[in-house]
């Protein structure tokens, strides 16, 4: 995963994070870089934001060794292992402090351009940097946090060594990191685009997030309504099937729910990622396959030509409606139900433009895998070995565009902590790349 910028980067972290949206948190990003990142992160959550801005305390004689940091609030932390191992006295610390505190001011000053900082004390503390590299700044601002009085810090980035991470638990309750690679040279190698953040741009920003501040009335201030948002019930053949459509305005497409085996449409990790993509202004129609009879016999849960005949005649039945009739069409499946949507998808009459599968037997769909023509991605969990290997053979039967995407420490039902956000992302970004190009696709002439 390599970012394009920070606005990407911070877009994507904060999918990681909206199980803290419309709480009592604070978004500090970390000048200058971890600002733009800081920034979707609290537009997201609908957060204040501020920046956190702290200096490092350098033995005198070695600028480059930290003994500590200083934050406002007159917040010093000090390692008290490096001040006695440097053998620095009071004056030697004060001496060094007076210097980083007119530098500390001095920033501040500039970036909120007089305005207070939102207070910390009891708070949930997001603090966002652009990546870390040595830890030595985030463990700094950790522990400023938490000497101004967080409740509770997350530290979130979009990059890390794993090792950085590890070193930086004991300071932060939680970290949320989207990329650990093994091999790890610099930050910037991460980003196709990672010029370096002006001053201007940070107070640019603080001052933007400051303004919708103050037009937000309160937390729980709901986004716009969607244009539909239904109970339906859709006839296919003899059988009436039970689901739910939520179209935002202006949506750019709509993705329909294969469920698996034994789940239905209120499986919650499906609402779930239903929900992070009617963010990203896709429509959702998350339906049951099987009418409550014929659940009762599991032959027709593992029946994929009777789930995939349902699965068209819902897409049928979808793009016969007029706010979706021009609409790209997109297919998630889970488990089974990701056969099922392959097998629906090598129909060419219903013009699927993406499909996504999650922890899926695409194997399952058979000889009809030749056949698919809509870009497909794959995830499997990392610790579900059998599953990946099934799905790496349904990739090499596939003739169009494919990928298979493992997402670490995960099993089947990615149920593990941060893992089920990691496909939804990973479900958006494929579904609207993929809907923007059937949409340029169809405006050609």
């Known amino acids: 995963m390599v970012f394009r910028d920070r606005v990407e980067a911070g877009s994507k972290l904060a999918t990681r994070l909206m199980a803290l949206r419309d709480t009592d948190v604070v978004v500090l990003g970390l000048p200058r870089g971890g600002v733009p990142v800081a920034f979707e992160v609290a537009r997201a959550l609908r957060a204040p934001l501020d920046v956190l801005v702290i200096r490092k305390l350098g033995v005198p004689y070695q600028p480059e060794l930290a003994f500590g940091a200083i934050g406002e609030d007159d917040t010093r932390v000090l390692n008290t292992l490096v001040v006695r191992r440097t053998g620095l006295s009071e004056d030697d610390i004060d001496a060094v402090e007076k210097h980083e505190r007119a530098e500390l001011a001095r920033r501040v000053d500039m970036y909120r351009q007089g305005r207070d900082g939102p207070p910390l004390r009891g708070r949930t503390v997001v603090l966002v940097d652009d990546g870390i590299a040595t830890g030595a700044t985030a463990r700094a601002a950790c522990r400023v946090a938490r000497a101004r009085g967080a409740a509770r810090i997350v530290l979130a980035t979009p990059v890390a060594p794993r090792e950085a991470l590890a070193s930086l638990r004991p300071e932060a309750d939680d970290i949320v990191c989207l990329k650990t690679p093994l091999l790890f040279d610099a930050v910037g190698q991460w980003y196709r685009h990672f010029g370096q953040t002006s001053d201007a741009e940070v107070v640019d920003l603080l001052a933007r997030a400051a303004v919708a501040a103050r037009q937000r009335p309160g937390l729980a201030e709901p986004d716009d309504p969607p244009l539909v948002d239904d109970e339906v019930a859709i006839t296919v053949g003899k059988a009436e099937l039970s689901g739910h459509l939520t179209v935002p305005e202006a949506a750019t497409g709509v993705v329909i729910f294969a469920h698996g085996?034994?789940?239905?449409?209120?499986?919650?990790?499906?609402?779930?990622?239903?929900?992070?993509?009617?963010?990203?202004?896709?429509?959702?129609?998350?339906?049951?396959?099987?009418?409550?009879?014929?659940?009762?016999?599991?032959?027709?849960?593992?029946?994929?030509?009777?789930?995939?005949?349902?699965?068209?005649?819902?897409?049928?039945?979808?793009?016969?409606?007029?706010?979706?009739?021009?609409?790209?069409?997109?297919?998630?499946?889970?488990?089974?139900?990701?056969?099922?949507?392959?097998?629906?998808?090598?129909?060419?009459?219903?013009?699927?433009?993406?499909?996504?599968?999650?922890?899926?037997?695409?194997?399952?769909?058979?000889?009809?895998?030749?056949?698919?023509?809509?870009?497909?991605?794959?995830?499997?969990?990392?610790?579900?070995?059998?599953?990946?290997?099934?799905?790496?053979?349904?990739?090499?039967?596939?003739?169009?565009?494919?990928?298979?995407?493992?997402?670490?420490?995960?099993?089947?039902?990615?149920?593990?902590?941060?893992?089920?956000?990691?496909?939804?992302?990973?479900?958006?970004?494929?579904?609207?790349?993929?809907?923007?190009?059937?949409?340029?696709?169809?405006?050609?002439?």
């Open 261 to 445: 085996s034994g789940s239905s449409r209120h499986s919650p990790r499906n609402r779930f990622v239903a929900t992070v993509l009617q963010r990203a202004g896709l429509g959702t129609l998350l339906f049951d396959l099987l009418t409550p009879a014929e659940e009762l016999d599991r032959a027709n849960v593992f029946d994929i030509g009777l789930l995939a005949n349902r699965l068209a005649g819902v897409t049928r039945w979808l793009t016969g409606l007029h706010y979706a009739d021009d609409l790209p069409i997109g297919y998630f499946g889970a488990s089974t139900g990701a056969a099922a949507a392959l097998r629906a998808a090598a129909a060419p009459e219903l013009g699927i433009a993406a499909v996504v599968s999650r922890g899926g037997r695409p194997d399952l769909a058979d000889l009809y895998l030749t056949a698919v023509r809509a870009p497909t991605l794959l995830i499997v969990g990392g610790n579900d070995p059998t599953v990946i290997e099934l799905n790496r053979f349904a990739q090499r039967a596939m003739t169009c565009e494919t990928r298979v995407e493992i997402v670490p420490g995960a099993t089947h039902l990615f149920a593990e902590p941060g893992t089920l956000e990691a496909v939804a992302e990973l479900a958006r970004d494929w579904f609207c790349a993929h809907f923007r190009e059937s949409t340029a696709a169809r405006a050609r002439p």
